[in-house]
């Protein structure tokens, strides 16, 4: 079976069909997949690894995955990387699910902080790289070079961290980061507790302006097909499972998200509709403080 675009139905019947043994893609294929009516009734048997690279996994959707038995993995790497930097190795794709798994042997993986001086373990900072499969330099961009390769490490743009055993965590890019009352945010942590919600298909999470705290979260939320849901159940879910600065202080809903043609999520575009061009009362209604 041959299809010249990507089709979940299709993709879910070729699996079962050719007994598929391994799969590679990006988050949002294996998000319309799981979304399919054919999901639930699909053979996965076949599968040995799924993988996933190009944007973080919500692990909620790892977790729908994995019960049906399929071992679900993930890689972090970057065009400037030629691009493989980690690998989560499938005996350890339950145990440590979320995580983008070790540096590969060629390359070193370090986090630093502000300063460019490098973290301890478990400390949140930008993920920088060095090793012979990182580029030489941009094409007549001396100065982005310089920036970027300062030091002699590739700073990615990339926040995260290494637990106690090694293993690489993305949190979020560093421009995406929400700064609420001087306490960091990073989106895909709202996104992937939102993600949990058994109605929610997609989310994506921006910083709003906030006349108290600076900004705030606002979560671009896409409900599944058939179901209802509203903006007080979403910040109530949302409540229950993170401290109370990171609950989204206003949910809008909206048929789908903006996406690269890798998948990730255009958060520009996001700030752009529904931010600095958008709904502005979304905006000023920022004074309705949440607790926890």
């Known amino acids: 079976?041959?299809?010249?675009?990507?089709?979940?139905?299709?993709?879910?019947?070729?699996?079962?069909?050719?007994?598929?043994?391994?799969?590679?893609g990006i988050p949002?294929?294996?998000?319309?997949?799981?979304?399919?009516?054919?999901?639930?009734s699909g053979d996965f048997s076949s599968i040995r690894v799924m993988i996933a690279g190009g944007a973080p996994v919500p692990v909620p959707l790892i977790e729908k995955y994995q019960e049906k038995g399929v071992v679900f993995s993930q890689a972090y790497g970057l065009t400037e990387t030629a691009p493989a930097v980690t690998?989560?190795?499938?005996?350890?794709?339950i145990r440590k699910r979320g995580s983008a798994g070790r540096p590969f042997f060629h390359v070193d993986v370090k986090i630093f902080g502000e300063d460019d001086k490098e973290l301890s373990q478990g400390e949140m900072g930008e993920i920088?790289?060095?090793?012979?499969?990182?580029?030489?330099?941009?094409?007549?961009?001396?100065?982005?070079?310089?920036?970027?390769?300062?030091?002699?490490?590739?700073?990615?743009?990339?926040?995260g961290r290494f637990d106690e055993e090694g293993y690489l965590?993305?949190?979020?890019?560093?421009?995406?980061?929400?700064?609420?009352?001087?306490?960091?945010?990073?989106?895909?942590?709202?996104?992937?507790?939102?993600?949990?919600?058994?109605?929610?298909?997609?989310?994506?999470?921006?910083?709003?302006?906030?006349?108290k705290w600076g900004e705030s979260p606002l979560a671009v939320v896409v409900v599944i097909?058939?179901?209802?849901?509203?903006?007080?159940?979403?910040?109530?879910?949302?409540?229950?499972?993170?401290?109370?600065?990171?609950?989204?202080?206003?949910?809008?809903?909206?048929d789908e998200l903006p996406r690269t043609s890798t998948g990730k999520i255009l958060k520009k575009d996001l700030r752009a509709m529904?931010?600095?061009?958008?709904?502005?009362?979304?905006?000023?209604?920022s004074d309705k403080e949440i607790g926890g």
């Not at 529904?274 to 209604?285: A, I």
């Open 87 to 93: 690998g989560l190795p499938e005996d350890d794709a």
């Open 1 to 24: 079976m041959a299809t010249r675009f990507f089709v979940p139905d299709q993709v879910i019947e070729a699996i079962g069909k050719h007994g598929v043994t391994t799969m590679f």
């Open 225 to 254: 097909p058939g179901e209802e849901l509203t903006a007080d159940e979403i910040i109530a879910f949302a409540r229950e499972r993170l401290a109370g600065f990171k609950t989204p202080k206003q949910v809008i809903f909206a």
């Open 128 to 159: 920088v790289v060095k090793g012979p499969n990182v580029f030489k330099e941009y094409w007549n961009m001396p100065e982005e070079t310089a920036e970027t390769l300062r030091g002699g490490w590739f700073h990615t743009g990339d926040m």
């Open 169 to 211: 965590w993305i949190v979020d890019r560093k421009k995406d980061m929400i700064i609420s009352g001087g306490e960091n945010i990073y989106p895909a942590e709202v996104e992937d507790a939102i993600h949990a919600h058994p109605k929610v298909a997609d989310v994506g999470v921006v910083g709003m302006h906030d006349t």
């Open 28 to 40: 949002i294929m294996f998000l319309l997949m799981s979304m399919s009516e054919r999901f639930d």
């Open 274 to 285: 529904y931010v600095e061009g958008g709904d502005r009362s979304l905006v000023d209604r």
